[in-house]
């Protein structure tokens, strides 16, 4: 894609899409809404096989999102940039709000008995969910892209996906997945605008993609020793790992090329 071109897309819809992720968290923060909503979208969940909803909650997984984010970044090191700074801006407002608020997860807070739990739980801080940030943080990204609303739309939908499995499996309210959701949506979405404003044409900055060759070479020894993916007891989980650890390499090896001297013709 010519990084001058402008999605074929509303200008408005990203504001859009904030404003809606705003709007849930000032209503979700409200603890007449907060728990009532967490029971009925926790047991509606329940219908779906828990495999389902620890695949699509690892998607929010750090490692795992840059594992599949390796294949692509050596073309777009503006996204690399945008990781590395406003990922880490978005990291930061999340554990600063999660240490500072010290809110208790559902399984803290709540009988076991009275919602389904995926796995043992969680009991570090809930609000907000850093899954539900990370996981819109990237899908954000990849919007910034998007030539079609449609296509637009459906990166936003699997960021909200991955914040709906941490309902699902019991160890975030919806105040902490909206809120989640609204620091990626920013820090990912408007955090690339700012990168593409600062940093210009991307396709200059060559020597900087061969640099960033260890983004997706990190990840290889973390999968390789010692990292488990969480819920790895359930069905293929535990074996996805492997996959992950393929594409990190695949990703690696992509810089790697990368490197060689190009043919002219």
């Not at 967490?38 to 594992?67: C, E, V």
């Not at 008995?113 to 899954?131: A, K, Q, V, W």
């Amino acid at each position: 894609m010519n990084p001058s071109t402008e999605p074929h897309i509303c200008p408005k819809l990203p504001i859009m899409v904030a404003a809606v992720l705003f709007l849930f968290s000032a209503l979700t923060l409200v603890p007449q809404v907060n728990m009532p909503a967490f029971l009925f979208l926790n047991s509606t969940f329940s219908l779906l096989p828990d495999a389902f909803w620890a695949h699509i909650t690892n998607l929010g997984d750090t490692l795992q999102a840059i594992a599949l984010f390796s294949i692509i970044m050596y073309k777009r090191p503006d996204f690399v940039i945008s990781t590395l700074l406003w990922g880490l801006v978005c990291a930061l407002i999340i554990q600063g709000f999660k240490h500072g608020l010290d809110l208790p997860r559902p399984n803290v807070a709540l009988d076991h008995s009275l919602f389904h739990l995926i796995g043992e739980g969680r009991d570090s801080p809930s609000m907000p969910s850093g899954h539900t940030a990370t996981g819109m943080f990237f899908v954000a990204l990849l919007a910034t892209t998007s030539q079609s609303t449609k296509a637009f739309l459906a990166w936003v939908g699997l960021g909200v996906l991955v914040g709906l499995s941490r309902v699902a499996i019991g160890v975030h309210w919806p105040a902490d997945v909206a809120v989640g959701a609204f620091v990626g949506w920013i820090t990912g979405f408007y955090g690339q605008q700012l990168t593409q404003k600062w940093f210009g044409d991307y396709r200059q900055y060559k020597t900087l993609t061969k640099a960033l060759v260890f983004l997706p070479f990190i990840c290889i020894p973390y999968l390789l020793w010692g990292y488990e993916l969480s819920y790895s007891d359930l069905f293929f989980v535990a074996e996805s790992k492997g996959l992950f650890l393929a594409i990190s390499v695949l990703g690696t090896l992509i810089y790697l090329r990368n490197l060689l001297p190009q043919k002219t013709n």
